[in-house]
């Protein structure tokens, strides 16, 4: 069966211009949206939460580290998916849409490592062991920052960006080892308290907190993400006439 | 309610240094992040000013 084939124009829409002047106009909502859901879900977590039978108020740590584990794993999918498109297609925006997420990432990968450790040292006694799910995550540290190192060392982006796309696509290898490590390998580190198939097993009110948390992770992430974005388009289209036409106008 | 008093509350159990420590270091590198970010895209639109006086 064939299809007629319309030339594919996903990506004139996903030119830098709109989505400069589309995150524009969504940001100032983004942050009020990361300050709102942060804020509740701080007070669901330290208020309304009760205390952990087994690990005392140490189990609240919980509220911040399984947001920033979380998005440290989904931003490194979303930055080797980005710079793939970018790379395959030339597509600008895909590029600096990677190259935007990589420092977010890798800060949710600091927080998840530091956070960790400060969880450790009072359940496990230690500050850090050399576990499959903490070496795993320690070693996606080090693919982000060997991106950003990479792509800040090339000055061209026309070379850097598919350098580091190359870079992106190879660590995606780590993902799945850090998602299951705990049921592949003797781990340390308890194995998932929530999943898709079985009821979670913790109260509903840190189920709450915890989702609210995350949500907030999540808009403060777009936020960001998308203020750099912005950042490097100006950058890197300083010379063309849709941002010489943004002078202007005061902002 | 969890805590009787605000010292309760910051001394968490005797986990407030792990704890706090936790959200202080959320708290760090995200305000940092928003800055560094934020202070880019205001040096940029800079560069783009200026570049018209010339």
Redesign the interface.
């Known amino acids: 069966m064939t299809r007629p084939t319309a030339p594919v124009r996903w990506f004139t829409f996903a030119a830098p211009s709109r989505f400069y002047a589309l995150s524009g106009r969504l940001l100032p909502g983004l942050w009020l949206l990361a300050a709102v859901l942060g804020g509740l879900g701080l007070y669901q977590a330290f208020f309304v939460a009760p205390t952990d039978a087994t690990q005392g108020e140490a189990y609240r740590i919980l509220f911040i580290h399984v947001p920033a584990a979380w998005l440290s794993m989904l931003l490194y999918v979303a930055m080797a998916f980005w710079a793939a498109i970018g790379w395959a297609y030339k597509a600008r925006m895909a590029s600096i849409l990677a190259r935007a997420i990589a420092p977010t990432g890798a800060l949710f990968t600091a927080l998840a490592l530091i956070s960790g450790a400060l969880w450790g040292q009072p359940t496990w006694g230690s500050w850090w062991v050399w576990d499959a799910r903490l070496t795993s995550e320690l070693i996606l540290l080090f693919l982000y920052l060997g991106y950003l190192a990479l792509v800040h060392a090339i000055e061209d982006p026309h070379r850097a960006d598919p350098a580091g796309a190359l870079l992106a696509l190879v660590g995606v290898i780590n993902i799945p080892i850090i998602y299951f490590s705990v049921r592949w390998w003797n781990t340390l580190h308890q194995g998932a308290s929530i999943s898709m198939t079985a009821a979670p097993r913790m109260a509903e009110t840190m189920l709450q907190a915890l989702l609210l948390t995350t949500l907030a992770c999540w808009a403060y992430a777009f936020a960001v993400i998308f203020t750099r974005a912005r950042a490097l388009i100006l950058e890197r289209e300083q010379d063309s006439a849709w941002v010489q036409a943004l002078k202007g106008e005061r902002i | 309610?969890?805590?009787h008093s605000s010292t309760d509350?910051f001394q968490?159990?005797?986990?407030g240094?792990?704890?706090w420590?936790?959200?202080g270091?959320?708290l760090l590198?995200?305000l940092s992040?928003?800055l560094l970010?934020?202070r880019?895209?205001a040096?940029?639109?800079n560069?783009?000013?200026e570049?018209?006086d010339l």
């Open positions: 309610m969890n805590w509350f968490m159990g005797g986990y240094l792990y704890v420590g936790s959200y270091a959320a590198l995200g992040e928003t970010a934020r880019r895209h040096k940029a639109l560069t783009l000013q570049d018209t």
